[in-house]
């Protein structure tokens, strides 16, 4: 019983580690989309403010830069979106796993806790046949 223990509390210290893994890829994720977004409107600003043809043709080269950096952060989002899926597969086979051991453990709680109740019957019967033979 004590070993099955001490396997429950090793794989709630695995899912604890896995889960703590994936909030850290989310975090991750949320500052990649969060510098998307703000690519975005730094570039919707910079239209709004071209005016002359001169800052036109510097919006040009501008946008070209900002399009290889979007490009380059939705290609890091995908890969960030993919192990954090990744991540959340680990998390639910170590869950499995730890539920697996938690399960046998009130199995084996269960058969203790009738086989104790048995032992108490059994010394309560032979208790009630000495006293009705006296």
Same mark, same amino acid.
């Given at each position: 019983?004590?070993?099955?223990? $001490? ?10 580690? !896995?889960?703590?893994? &994936?909030?850290?890829?989310?975090? %991750? ?12 409107? =730094? =570039? ?11 800052? &036109?043709?510097? *919006? $040009? ?6 399009? +290889?950096?979007? !490009? ?6 995908? !890969?960030? %979106? ?9 998390? +639910?086979? +170590?869950?499995? %796993?730890?539920?697996?051991? =938690? ?8 058969? =203790? ?15 009630? *046949? ?5």
């Amino acid at each position: 019983m004590a070993r099955l223990k $001490g396997l429950i509390k090793y794989h709630q210290w695995q899912v604890d580690e !896995k889960r703590r893994d &994936l909030a850290r890829l989310e975090g %991750e994720l949320a500052t990649l989309i969060h510098h998307i977004e703000q690519l975005d409107i =730094e =570039e919707a600003r910079e239209i709004r403010l071209a005016k002359s043809k001169e800052s &036109l043709e510097i *919006l $040009g080269r501008y946008r070209l830069a900002v399009e +290889a950096k979007r !490009k380059t952060l939705l290609a890091e989002r995908a !890969k960030k %979106e993919s192990e954090c899926e990744a991540q959340r597969d680990k998390v +639910a086979a +170590a869950f499995k %796993e730890l539920k697996s051991f =938690e399960i046998a453990q009130q199995q084996a709680d269960a058969r =203790e806790a009738k086989e104790q109740a048995r032992r108490e019957q059994a010394a309560l019967d032979e208790q009630a *046949l000495r006293q009705s033979q006296n």
